[in-house]
């Protein structure tokens, strides 16, 4: 299974990966954030396998 997080600034397109990405049995979505410095928190707290 692939670790993942999605990154978008505007929210439609964020709960748009999100439930795209939930529908692929092989991705684990961990976090979705709204800028690159809310992900790199995330990434540094998280093994992360795909953005």
């Not at 670790?3 to 505007?10: L, M």
């Not at 961990?30 to 953005?51: F, G, K, Y």
Request: hydrophobic share 45%.
């Amino acid at each position: 299974m692939l670790r993942c997080i999605a990154i978008d600034d505007e929210e439609l397109a964020l709960e748009l990966l999100e439930d795209n990405i939930r529908k692929i049995p092989y991705l684990q979505l961990v976090a979705t954030c709204s800028n690159p410095m809310e992900a790199i928190r995330v990434m540094q707290d998280e093994e992360i396998d795909l953005v």
